[in-house]
């Protein structure tokens, strides 16, 4: 019945859509995606990249999801932490799990975001 997850909504407040970009995209190495003109409407951005997309939403109340996460898989977890840091953003490394290399970090609006190699 359930084939794949398709995208993971993170929450961010008004007027972020610029930072947002600059991280899932200069960052990250996503693609931003056209949303729906009614959907666009609302704010807030689709990415896409490895198979997965990341949606941005705007919420009035916004509080970042500093313990809920997106676990993401990635092919090559020292490019990612090269990344991270020539974007200047923290990150630490997870050794809790054995075969598993992960780092948590944060986006600009404080969501909490996993990556993991295997």
């Known amino acids: ?69 997106p676990g993401i898989m990635v092919t090559d977890i020292d490019e990612l932490v090269a990344a991270l840091t020539a974007g200047g953003h923290e990150y630490t490394w997870d050794e809790t799990i054995p075969d598993r290399r992960r780092v948590h970090t944060f986006d600009p609006h404080g969501n909490r975001l996993e990556f993991i190699q295997q």
Do not use: N
């Open 1 to 69: 019945m359930l084939t794949t997850l398709h995208h993971v909504q993170v929450a961010v407040p008004k007027g972020v859509d610029d930072v947002s970009r600059a991280y899932y995209v200069g960052v990250l190495g996503m693609t931003e995606l056209t949303k729906p003109p009614t959907l666009a409407a609302r704010g807030g951005c689709w990415f896409a990249g490895g198979g997965l997309e990341i949606h941005t939403g705007v919420v009035e109340d916004f509080v970042p999801a500093r313990k809920a996460h």
